[in-house]
């Protein structure tokens, strides 16, 4: 009946959002619906390895050893057991195992991409492959759903993760289907110029966060503008239905941009208020910009809780906008480092 041992390994990639989530309440559950691409060659592979615990040491606590790029990670342990300590009610095979988890990213770890989208979503997905072998039959739909599932309780974005495409996550009155608990894959047409977008990071500030998201979704709570601003999220992603269905790039720069803005505007509104922005981040924005008007080319940017820039265009104007970054931009990043993503297909099994 039971699994005694053996192990996995899963690839998942991190995400960029377009309608942003940014407060969430109790048990990770997000104050507004958000939608991201799920990116291609920004990820996280993570192997699990398990063994069955004798009855003995059930009652112990959590038995785990985790190893980044192959090191012993002292440092990471209390993420992982706070993420075990969430998903056991929905796992409860968890204390039965002994686990090693070895994890590394495609980016450089110094480089302000967040890992948190790409390795939950790995590791929720290696543990959904336990349960898989503990309950064989499972459903192909089940598997997922509880992926993001558990990914959602890991990282909030990190249940996008799992499917590629575009993918949704919070309950939106239009959206069928859409949940708080799990993300699902866009379920309307999408028009082909934006099922190869291109997504390319400009490195702006490769150093730590200077605030955690975790801070940054409580700053939420209370803030003035909170309730008008997930009115407003609910609202762009209803606008961004038919923008994605006829490949309406102006229209889709207008909700992208804004939702970047007013992410960063919400934490220059809040108490600690926040700029994280660097002078670096306006040069590259002003550009993009001046780009955009003189060349009619329909590239924009969005922003993540931090300064890097991401560079957001339709694939056939790959070789311009990467001229254009090599000409302009990169003066702009540290150490003139960029990484050149693209939509991707979402998780996959190794
Ligand atoms: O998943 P978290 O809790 O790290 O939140 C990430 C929030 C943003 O990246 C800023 C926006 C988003 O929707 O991904």
Known sequence: EYKASGEVTWQSPSNIALVKYWGKKE???????????????????????????????????????????????????????????????????????????????????????????????????????????????????????????????????????????????????????????YAIPFPFEIHDIFKNYRDTILLVDKGEKQVSSTVGHDLMHGHPFAENRFAQAHENLDKLIPVLKHGDTTEFIKIVESEALTLHSMMMSSLPYFILMKPNTLEIINKIWSYRETTGIPVCFTLDAGANVHVLYPENHETKILEFINNELVVYCQNGHYICDQVGGGAKKL
């Open 27 to 181: 048990n990770q559950i997000p104050a507004n619906p958000s939608i991201s691409f799920t990116l291609d060659n920004c990820q996280s592979t993570t192997t699990l390895k398990y063994s069955r615990i004798k009855e003995a040491s059930k009652t112990s606590g959590f038995d785990f050893d985790f190893y980044f790029e192959g090191k012993a990670k002292q440092d990471f342990k209390p993420k992982i057991f706070k993420f075990f300590e969430r998903i056991e009610k929905y796992c409860p095979y968890l204390r039965e195992y002994k686990f090693e988890i070895h994890s590394e990213n495609s980016f450089p770890h110094s480089s302000g991409i967040a890992s948190s989208a790409s390795g939950m979503s790995a590791i929720a997905l290696c543990i959904m492959h336990l349960e898989k072998e503990l309950y064989p039959g499972m459903e192909k739909d089940y598997f997922s759903k509880k992926s993001s599932f558990l990914a959602r309780l890991g990282s909030g974005s990190a249940s996008r993760s799992i499917d590629g495409g575009l993918v949704v996550w919070g309950e939106h009155k239009n959206i069928p289907g859409s949940s708080n608990e």
